[in-house]
């Protein structure tokens, strides 16, 4: 014990580095505080001055307002068996709340509080609230952490999860049935979206953006039947950059296998059915089937038995004012991976249906157009009129090759004008790349028009066609003679007639004789034949 009472003064700072004698005092004259010193704590322990600062079992600097036991400091209240014990914040008679604040852990087996804040844990078996669990502030609490998640999550039926400052959209539980993902909000443009995004940093092809699977994983017959059924991906067809994100939709499907890929739409908006023999079907019966044939084309079907029972397929054009030569639908034939490039790739071949001129009430006429080519993009060369009238620029062959009318025939014809697709015999100089098919038949054999461009058609005007021979062997050769428009139907000129005569026996009793004329020599004379005849134009097949 000590022998004497030792009392010091002086500042905060001064009685924070002050080590006194056991049992001595000293007064902090900053915080008008007391403090006992022990002969080796530095500051002593403070006693209550303006505020209370208790500490006691080697907690020698308490804080101030607190009471502090032991080294950390615990308060602990704990009663004897039978009895129960209490810490009371505020009156004795709990009629009014206060705050309980705890920095730190509390371990409780039940708290029950109306309000309840901490800056540290609250742990319990169980955590009852009657209304709700509440953040300190708006967009101020997590429910978990990066490091401490929550295992399940337990909602009642038509339960909502509700989202935003505003909660526009809600996430609502549909009892036995599945969720509804909704825009509270009214108007236009108030839809939910939902999108999946991936978080990968360098998409390359065949990377997914995401999957959505559709699967019966709890079906008691297993194997096949637990596998994924169905599914939907969004699946990167090339390497992404700031100018590409081409992407595609990827549609599975599963019969006895996981679900692969039967139907795709790509970027580019290509619909691909990526299934050998896979078939579409349209109308209510499915009666109208377009199925594929593998590596050959498509086959379209009416699948119904019967009378009337084949497919019709129509082609129908926009245009509300049809007029002449406006198209009302084409097919066409072409090769356009054809390496040879430049005329190779071009519409090798088509059918057109053109009208022919207005249309009206009372008149819809259409030809239908038939295009080939030969080194050029196609171009008609047959067409049926709205009348049935067949044109055709080429020959019509029959079953030996053979045709009607080839290039190059002649005709004789009563109209004035030559018909389209033959040309007066006229000698007229055409030409020679406009009627390629003729001239390769003819050459110059008719007169070579201007040398180079042009040549000549046979010329038949007055004069009669001659068939070669051996009198006649050169073809295109022409004899000399009086004009059709000069031979006259008379006679002319005269003729002398010369008489020889002879003897001859009269009797053959005797040597009887008589004189009798032997011949009639005529002198030289002309006729004049004349053919009744009707005047024709000739023509040429071109």
């Not at 206060?98 to 169980?126: C, E, M, P, W, Y």
């Not at 499915?286 to 019709?312: C, F, N, Q, Y």
Request: charged share 15%; glycine share 12%.
């Amino acid at each position: 014990m000590p022998t004497q009472l030792q009392l010091r003064r002086g500042t905060t700072s001064q009685n924070n580095s002050f080590t006194g004698a056991a049992g001595e005092l000293s007064v902090d004259t900053d915080l008008d505080q007391l403090r006992v010193h022990d002969g080796s704590t530095a500051g002593g322990i403070k006693v209550p001055g303006t505020g209370l600062a208790l500490g006691a079992a080697g907690n020698t600097n308490p804080a101030t307002n607190t009471v502090s036991v032991g080294t950390p400091a615990n308060v602990v209240i704990r009663s004897a068996t039978g009895q129960s014990g209490n810490v009371i914040i505020g009156d004795a008679t709990a009629t009014s709340n206060f705050n309980l604040d705890v920095r730190g852990t509390a371990n409780a087996g039940a708290i029950t509080s109306t309000s309840h804040t901490s800056t540290g844990d609250i742990q319990g078996v169980n955590i009852t609230a009657t209304t709700a669990i509440l953040p300190d502030a708006s967009d101020g609490a997590a429910i978990g952490s990066a490091s401490l998640e929550w295992s399940d999550l337990y909602l009642a039926d038509g339960a909502q999860i509700l989202m935003g400052d505003d909660q526009e959209i809600t996430l609502t539980h549909v009892a036995d049935s599945g969720l509804n993902l909704k825009h509270v909000g009214t108007g236009d443009g108030k839809m939910p979206t939902f999108t999946l995004q991936c978080g990968d940093n360098n998409m390359e092809a065949d990377d997914k953006l995401g999957v959505i699977n559709f699967q019966a994983p709890d079906e008691g017959a297993g194997t096949d039947a637990i596998l994924v059924a169905a599914g939907i991906e969004a699946v990167s067809e090339g390497d992404f950059s700031a100018s590409n994100n081409a992407t595609k939709l990827s549609l599975k499907t599963a019969a006895s296998e996981a679900a692969t890929e039967k139907l795709a739409i790509s970027s580019g908006g290509d619909v691909k059915v990526v299934t050998d023999g896979a078939s579409m079907f349209f109308g209510a019966d499915s009666e109208i089937e377009l199925r594929h044939v593998a590596d050959e084309g498509l086959i379209l079907k009416h699948v119904g038995t019967g009378d009337g029972k084949m497919p019709t397929m129509t082609f129908q054009a926009g245009d509300n004012n049809m007029e002449a030569a406006d198209k009302l639908g084409v097919i066409n034939f072409q090769a356009p991976d054809e390496g040879a490039g430049t005329d190779a790739i071009l519409v090798a071949a088509g059918i057109e249906a053109v009208s022919e001129g207005d249309f009206s009430a009372s008149s819809n006429a259409t030809k239908l157009s038939f295009k080939t080519a030969a080194s050029a993009a196609a171009a008609e060369t047959m067409a049926l009129s709205s009348g049935g009238n067949l044109t055709v620029t080429g020959t019509i062959t029959d079953g030996d090759g053979g045709g009607p009318v080839p290039p190059g025939a002649v005709l004789p014809y009563g109209g004035a004008t030559a018909p389209t697709g033959y040309l007066l015999c006229n000698d007229a100089a055409i030409s020679r790349s406009t009627y390629s098919v003729l001239f390769a038949i003819l050459s110059t054999t008719y007169g070579a028009g201007d040398g180079t461009t042009t040549f000549n058609v046979p010329d038949l005007r007055d004069r009669l066609p001659l068939g070669k021979g051996t009198n006649n062997s050169t073809l295109g050769g022409e004899t000399t003679g009086a004009a059709a428009s000069a031979v006259k139907a008379t006679a002319s000129g005269s003729a002398s007639l010369t008489t020889t005569t002879g003897t001859f026996a009269t009797s053959a009793k005797d040597s009887s004789t008589a004189t009798a004329l032997t011949g009639v020599t005529a002198g030289g004379h002309t006729h004049n034949l004349t053919l009744p005849v009707q005047v024709f134009n000739y023509i040429i097949k071109t």
